[in-house]
């Protein structure tokens, strides 16, 4: 018999619908039951991909008995953390400052008024290792909750206020300086793992806006070690077993320091942010290989996660089916030497051993390997690598697939619509140009409201229920705006602009500046949620800095620009001292250093050959947060064209910042040289 999950559209929440246990999705009913019956309530918060969220939920939540004593004694609640990033974020907060560590499944005990009083995260179902069973776990909550209440409810307001005072420590209000970027450069440089490549030791996540800031860095100072460093983290990732060497993209993180052995699931986020990187990567310093990775990703993006509706997925699971039914991490991925023979023959397997680093020990788990690309001198021709990998790819698609989860979240499409935008256009596939409009006028026609709010979900073409939060409303600006560079249409620049008009008039304070999470209009939690530093993604803070900052340079708005700087104070406070955690800030305060600089390309129509190639050389050109508009002379769809004629009868480029602009060119070579200045 279903449970009330069974109408939700998250498939994470629908994983849970023929489990025994009585579940209610997060609602005020569920509390209001929780009061009604006089219990706790159970809060468990995980995500379709999650591997250790499926081990509980097989050994704890299929099983009768505990379902049996759970919805006797509680009230119990099944929280998507992508769809409830606001849920998520308030209570993982809480159980961080309790238990000094949080992760997924995350297990929280509330009060029917959903204050906090114990925590967890993955609880097994017989006593291992000091941790207690999830049965003890439920037994001894009711029992406290029975007969130590006051107690309990003591505790549980102590944690409400304590959270109320985490105030973020904000800054000055100001955007870091020269000196500011320096220190979050020295700092990042004491963290580097040299040997390696990437920061700090394992796991070892992907420090995509840190790349992003680096990449930045070295742009506007030619400061040689910020390149470096992104140079060989990039390559040391791509040629690691965190990239499908096979089929593109990245895993979510390496389990070891060297990048070999994936947590596999596949998350949108993680390879919109990589493809930009690797694109960029490319613009900067014109390497082979990131632009392979760039275009591999790319394709992977759109060939594995786009949903029929033109959106795109947010992820695909770590485990899938081994064959015998059984469902093992990695299963989808990994090799042997003796499957090779079987698929290659005796001697291109030996090569294929070879070229990707497989062992007869393995380097994961059973003598399995995970496909790399270890350093190595000797060269091997590359038709037979090329046919290697198309018949082992031909083979790989014949195993059982990982479940996809085929939920679409404003926040990550707004990140995938930039990369494949800019990816598309550097590297002439207007296929992947398409593909990221496509997923703008999907957001457009399902997640846009008439007063152009968002809803943060979406599946199947039918919106979800919950409202945009703020990294929705600035990663979704962000991917318009590169898609209104791109492509030349204004009316992008326009949507953008009603997205960030809500960030201004919503999720700002207006005395500090500072930015919330969750809109003033929002359901109300035990706390608002805020947080400046990067997670997974650019925290919505410093992503919606980034976007104000571009649609400033774009119109001229001065409300914007104050607003995108008073942002960015918490980037100059932070990032000396963090600077792993709060790239994004890092890379926005970069263009505002730069300017950022505004390019105006005028030209008869995008068709015409010199209007072309300004307008590739502009999106081409590394000056941090440069914007783009190209367009007729005198043509309504960008501030940016206005009294801005033909130079000659010729295409030109006008290129300004900081309310000085440079004599109009119609060269391309003059354009590069002073966007490259």
């Not at 849920?87 to 995350?106: F, H, I, K």
């Not at 014109?286 to 949903?307: H, I, N, P, W, Y």
């Not at 070879?354 to 021709?381: A, K």
């Amino acid at each position: 018999m279903p449970n009330r999950l069974a109408h939700e559209t998250s498939p994470y929440l629908l994983q849970h619908a023929d489990n025994p246990v009585d579940w209610w999705p997060w609602s005020a009913e569920a509390f209001e039951e929780a009061r009604k019956r006089n219990v706790p309530v159970l809060l468990s918060i995980g995500y379709s991909s999650c591997h250790w969220c499926h081990v509980m939920a097989h050994e704890s939540f299929e099983d009768q008995q505990t379902a049996e004593y759970l919805n006797a004694h509680f009230v119990s609640v099944k929280v998507d953390r992508e769809e409830r990033p606001d849920v998520d974020a308030v209570y993982m907060e809480a159980v961080q400052a309790a238990t000094g560590q949080g992760g997924w499944p995350m297990t929280v005990f509330l009060t029917p008024d959903a204050e906090p009083f114990y925590f967890g995260t993955y609880f097994p179902p017989a006593p291992r290792q000091g941790m207690p069973s999830f049965r003890q776990v439920l037994q001894g909550v009711h029992q406290a909750w029975e007969e130590r209440r006051d107690e309990v409810t003591e505790v549980a307001g102590k944690i409400v206020r304590d959270l109320a005072g985490r105030e973020i420590s904000y800054g000055d209000a100001q955007t870091p300086g020269e000196q500011e970027l320096a220190q979050a450069l020295l700092a990042l440089t004491r963290e580097y793992d040299p040997q390696r490549g990437g920061f700090g030791g394992a796991p070892k996540f992907p420090p995509s806006m840190v790349l992003e800031f680096l990449l930045r860095h070295h742009a506007r100072t030619g400061a040689e070690g910020a390149l470096q460093m992104a140079q060989d983290t990039c390559e040391r990732m791509a040629r690691g077993g965190i990239y499908d060497q096979l089929g593109g993209g990245f895993a979510r993180y390496s389990v070891d320091r060297d990048w070999i052995v994936p947590h596999f699931e596949k998350m949108l986020y993680d390879n919109a942010l990589l493809c930009r990187v690797y694109a960029h990567l490319w613009r900067a310093t014109g390497s082979e290989l990131a632009r392979r990775v760039a275009l591999e990703t790319a394709d992977f993006m759109v060939r594995e996660l786009r949903t029929a509706e033109g959106g795109f997925a947010s992820a695909l699971d770590a485990d899938s089916d081994d064959g015998t039914g059984k469902h093992v991490e990695g299963a989808y991925y990994v090799w042997t030497p003796g499957q090779l023979r079987e698929v290659l023959g005796e001697q291109d397997a030996e090569l294929s051993v070879q070229y990707f680093g497989v062992t007869e020990e393995g380097t994961f788990e059973h003598g399995q390997s995970v496909l790399q690309l270890p350093q190595q001198d000797g060269l091997f021709d590359a038709e037979k690598i090329a046919s290697i990998r198309e018949r082992l790819l031909a083979e790989r698609a014949g195993r059982p697939a990982p479940g996809r989860d085929d939920k679409v979240v404003a926040a990550w499409n707004g990140l995938a619509i930039a990369a494949l935008a800019e990816t598309g256009a550097y590297f002439d596939r207007p296929d992947l140009v398409e593909a990221a409009l496509a997923a703008a006028d999907l957001l457009v026609r399902l997640h846009l409201d008439e007063q152009a709010r968002l809803t943060r979900t979406s599946k199947d073409g039918h919106a979800g229920a919950n409202a945009g939060v703020l990294e929705d409303y600035a990663d979704v600006a962000e991917g318009f705006l590169a898609l209104a560079s791109v492509t030349g249409e204004g009316v992008w620049l326009e949507f953008a602009g009603f997205l960030l008009d809500h960030v201004l008039a919503r999720f700002t304070d207006e005395e500090s500046g500072a930015l919330f999470d969750t809109a003033a209009d929002a359901e109300r939690l035990i706390r608002r949620p805020q947080d400046p530093t990067d997670n997974a993604a650019p925290s919505g803070w410093t992503a919606a800095a980034g976007a104000l900052l571009s649609y400033a340079a774009h119109t001229g708005s001065e409300p914007h620009r104050t607003a995108a700087e008073k942002a960015l104070g918490v980037v100059k406070a932070l990032g000396p001292r963090v600077p792993r955690f709060i790239g994004w800030g890092l890379a926005a305060a970069e263009a505002a250093l730069d300017g950022p600089r505004e390019v105006a390309i005028v030209g008869p129509s995008l068709d015409h050959e010199g209007t072309r190639t300004l307008h590739r050389t502009a999106l081409l050109g590394t000056a941090p947060g440069a914007v783009v508009a190209v367009g007729a002379p005198e043509s309504d769809e960008f501030p940016l064209l206005a009294d801005r004629p033909l130079v000659g009868g010729e295409p030109a480029a006008y290129v300004c910042r900081n309310f000085t602009c440079d004599a109009p060119t119609t060269e391309a070579d003059r354009l590069r040289a002073v966007l490259s200045d």
